[in-house]
C-alpha cells in the first residue's frame, strides 16, 4: 500500500462564500491524479467539508474518514510520514527534509495538512514508532499547495526507489 492522506475541503463553497475570487479545481480530482501518476493504490481524504466526492477509478482506491485520528488509527501498523512547511513546524518537532529522507518502499501513507491551518502537531503522538516528519526544502517559505508538496514528494519517492 502507498498511499496520501489529504484534507477535502470544498473549493466551491469557498468560492460562493467569496474567500476565493478564481475557483481552484476540486482538490479531490488533483490528488487522484496526481497520486495515480506516481504509482499510489491509495488517496484518502478527510472530509473536512463534507463533500459528496466519489470516484470509481479500478486503478487506485478512494477512502474517506472524518478525522485523520481515524484514518491512523485504521492504518496504525502502517509507516506514517507526515509532510509540513518549515514556517509551519513547531521548533522541537525532529525531522528530515525531503532530499535526505529516504522514503520506505511500501506500506507507507504521506500525510498533508489543511490548507489554511496545516497539521496540528500538538494531536499528532510523534512517540510512536514508524512515524516521521518531512519538510520540502523551497526558496520562499510561503507554504505550497498541499497537492504540489504531494506531487513533489512523490516524484522524489519515484526516483530514489528506482536508483
Ligand atoms: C497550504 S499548506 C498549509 C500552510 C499554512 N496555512 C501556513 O500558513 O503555513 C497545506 C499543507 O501542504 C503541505 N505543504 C505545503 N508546503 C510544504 C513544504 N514546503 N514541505 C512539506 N509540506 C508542505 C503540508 O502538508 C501543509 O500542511
Redesign the pocket.
Known sequence: MIAVV??HLDFLKSFLEGRWTIMPPVSGEMWRQTAKSFGCTHYISIDVDKTDYEHNDEEILHEKYDTLDDVLEKYKDKTIV???????LPSDVSHYT?QEFQHPKDDVLY?????????NFDKIDLTLPNRYV?????IH??????????G??LYDKMTKDNK
Open positions: 489529504f484534507h507526515f509532510l509540513e512547511s518549515s514556517n509551519n525531503l500525510v498533508f495538512g489543511h490548507e489554511y491551518s496545516g497539521l518531512v519538510t520540502v526544502e523551497t517559505p510561503a507554504g505550497m499547495w498541499s497537492v504540489v508538496a504531494g513533489i514528494v
